[in-house]
């Protein structure tokens, strides 16, 4: 047995061309809320909630689907990337917003330690991590292959995990003339509200 809950969207960031209204999740009586919901939106600024919503999987932070293409052309001059742009941008605060009224706080280690299992070189620093604020990560062993441009990766699967945006910080190279883009040895993943009282290293 099935019931729906609703919650209020319409302070989502949307743009002439879509407006998100309200996103429907279904609660299975007994065992709470599942992880999957659909986004109502109407469309060229019209009030009237399109027939068909978009699904959304609140656990990935992502939406499963877009629109129709019929949808995109009645909208004009605007390309499918401008709306996967939007889409992904309003993705982010729906799950703030449903994170909020459901009272819900992410487990942003335990989410990153997943992300992690896609990098085999790299590890979560417990030691060091002051979640959810400060999350640390280092490389496994010294001479392992390293790219940089995983650690914005890892970040960006993350603020879209927790909807949190994060500040990213590398180092860890002990010789000058070392590149800091192929020899840093551990990154710091810091909220962007975070404050600190005091300096603290990666």
């Known amino acids: 047995m099935f019931e729906i809950r609703n919650i209020d969207l319409k302070k989502v960031s949307g743009n002439d061309f879509i407006k998100f209204l309200r996103i429907e999740i279904p609660q299975r009586k007994g065992h709470g809320l599942l992880r999957f919901g659909r986004v109502r939106y109407a469309l060229n600024g019209d009030q009237k909630?399109?027939?068909?919503?978009?699904?959304?999987?609140?656990?990935?932070?992502?939406?499963?689907?877009?629109?129709?293409?019929?949808?995109?052309?009645?909208?004009?001059e605007i390309s499918r990337e401008d709306l996967e742009k939007t889409l992904q941008k309003a993705a982010v605060e729906i799950i703030k917003i449903v994170r909020k009224e459901l009272g819900q706080e992410p487990d942003t280690a335990g989410i990153l330690r997943r992300i992690l299992k896609d990098y085999a070189y790299l590890a979560y620093d417990e030691s060091s991590s002051k979640p959810?604020?400060?999350?640390?990560?280092?490389?496994?062993?010294?001479?392992?292959?390293?790219?940089?441009?995983?650690?914005?990766e890892i970040a960006n699967r993350l603020r879209i995990a927790t909807g949190e945006n994060y500040i990213v910080a590398y180092g860890g190279s002990s010789s000058p003339e070392n590149n800091p883009d192929e020899a840093w040895s551990r990154f710091s993943l810091r909220k962007f509200d975070f404050r600190e009282t005091k300096p603290n290293g990666t």
Request: charged share 35%.
């Open 49 to 76: 909630e399109q027939e068909n919503g978009l699904p959304m999987d609140l656990g990935k932070g992502i939406f499963t689907a877009t629109l129709e293409d019929e949808e995109l052309e009645a909208l004009g």
């Open 132 to 152: 959810p604020d400060v999350l640390k990560c280092r490389v496994t062993e010294p001479k392992s292959p390293r790219d940089v441009e995983d650690i914005f």
